[in-house]
């Protein structure tokens, strides 16, 4: 049924509510003019589509009505080929509804309530979603291993992340590993070279050994941490890293309670003297690693470490990295190594008085208050990083307790040594001890 332009955009103004003028347009008769009824109350029956008509200008003066476009009033909706529209020289581009803007890329369509479907809202993407195309229903779901731009019109492609060598932050850990294993050895050479001396043999020599040793292998277990995580790393890094740190700290453990007994056994006949040979320090720490080993046994045999990709924590970055699977055994290893390093560090201090003539007690002392200070400190900073900032940490924690272990035992060790030769012989110690 065909009806003048007037009351086709009667129509349409209605479904843009404009309520000003579309009572009086639609009121108005066909172009047929068949009948000349009014509309008073606007009830008159309406028709399933209206034409839309344009004035169209061809050679000769000759002017005509073109249609254009359809409205259909009952299902809301209307097509329009604007390309076959002459719009007159003052009109500059095509009218745009009062109702809705078009929605761009970014946005979607939400449809308002009690309002007509041609008026809706325009409602950002969701995180993690786009929209590309103008007036979208939907938004799209990036792909895992991509992430929305700011706009949220397309997906970039993550940035796969981990405390890798090739960056400056793992170069450095990685070289201070490094230099601080070889020179533990070199430490421990000095030691071995130098093992008749009376610094060396005061200060029990196979336990420094020992400990030196397990301190080298704890330097060089913080490169487990570095690089690209797999699963075999996962599984060896804490492990490795709590059993090793155990043989040192239970190492300190023995050489403290040495140093307490050899002061306690000097009376003739006394029974403590059984217990100063390098059998029973071995013992002690032979048990204190094989309490640990089977609390790691129990960790990987329950709920062992295993490798994880992180989506979440950083926009724009895929982090590879280990979850640690049960972190309540995770804290009992911590915590094992954190008795034995109280219980060295107790030990110490009762006996940092005694006449020691190089200061063992003390020098242990100090050696397990860093170590206690460096692991306090980390634990809160652990809870609160992601991603490889965690790592970094760790590494980090590794590193520094062990070498305020190597600095507070062995340096003023090797400056007797190498620097106060004159005050490393049997004649200097035994007038200290008389003195």
């Given at each position: 049924m065909s009806t003048t332009l007037s009351v086709a955009m009667a129509t349409i103004l209605e479904l843009y509510k404009v309520p000003q003028l579309h009572h009086f347009l639609k009121c108005i008769n066909s172009v047929t003019n068949a009948s000349d009824e009014s509309c008073w109350n606007g009830t008159k029956p309406v028709a399933e589509a209206y034409d839309i008509l344009n004035y169209k200008s061809f050679p000769g003066q000759i002017e005509t009505l073109v249609k254009v476009g359809e409205v259909y009033p009952l299902a809301q909706r209307f097509t329009i080929k604007e390309e076959d529209i002459d719009w007159p020289e003052d009109f500059h581009q095509t009218p745009t509804s009062m109702c809705s803007v078009k929605c761009g890329p970014g946005f979607k369509k939400t449809s308002l309530e009690n309002q007509p479907i041609c008026c809706f809202a325009c409602t950002p993407c969701p995180e993690g979603k786009i929209s590309n195309q103008t007036d979208a229903e939907q938004c799209l779901q990036c792909p895992e291993d991509q992430y929305p731009n700011r706009e949220r019109d397309r997906c970039l492609p993550r940035i796969v992340t981990f405390l890798a060598y090739e960056e400056p932050l793992g170069m450095t850990l990685a070289c201070a590993a490094i230099c601080f294993s070889l020179l533990t050895v070199l430490v421990l050479g000095v030691f071995l070279k130098h093992r008749d001396t009376p610094i060396v043999k005061a200060n029990n020599r196979s336990l420094s050994y020992t400990l030196l040793v397990s301190l080298s292998l704890c330097f060089l277990c913080s490169l487990l941490f570095i690089g690209h995580p797999t699963t075999a790393t996962c599984l060896l890094r804490q492990t490795t890293f709590a059993i090793v740190f155990t043989v040192a700290?239970?190492?300190?453990?023995?050489?403290?309670?040495?140093?307490?007994?050899?002061?306690?056994?000097?009376?003739?006949?006394?029974r403590l003297r059984?217990?100063?040979?390098?059998?029973?320090?071995?013992?002690?720490?032979?048990?204190?690693?094989?309490?640990?080993?089977?609390?790691?046994?129990?960790?990987?045999?329950?709920?062992?470490?295993?490798?994880?990709?992180?989506?979440h924590s950083e926009p724009g970055s895929i982090i590879i990295q280990c979850n640690e699977g049960s972190l309540l055994v995770f804290y009992c290893v911590l915590g094992y190594m954190a008795l034995l390093a109280l219980a060295s560090f107790t030990v110490a201090f009762l006996a940092r008085n005694l006449p020691d003539t190089f200061n063992e007690a003390k020098f242990l002392t100090f050696s397990m208050l860093v170590f206690c200070s460096v692991w306090i400190s980390f634990l809160p900073s652990y809870q609160s990083s992601k991603g490889k900032a965690i790592v970094a940490l760790e590494v980090f924690a590794i590193l520094t307790s062990s070498a305020g272990i190597l600095a507070c035992i062995f340096a003023p060790k090797c400056f007797m040594i190498l620097l106060r030769s004159e005050q490393n012989t049997q004649g200097i110690l035994k007038k200290k001890l008389t003195a």
């Open positions: 700290v239970s190492s300190i453990l023995a050489k403290t309670i040495t140093v307490v007994l050899a002061f306690r056994a000097t009376k003739p006949g006394s059984s217990w100063l040979g390098s059998t029973a320090s071995y013992s002690l720490i032979f048990t204190c690693t094989l309490i640990q080993m089977c609390l790691c046994g129990i960790w990987l045999g329950t709920y062992p470490p295993f490798l994880e990709m992180d989506i």
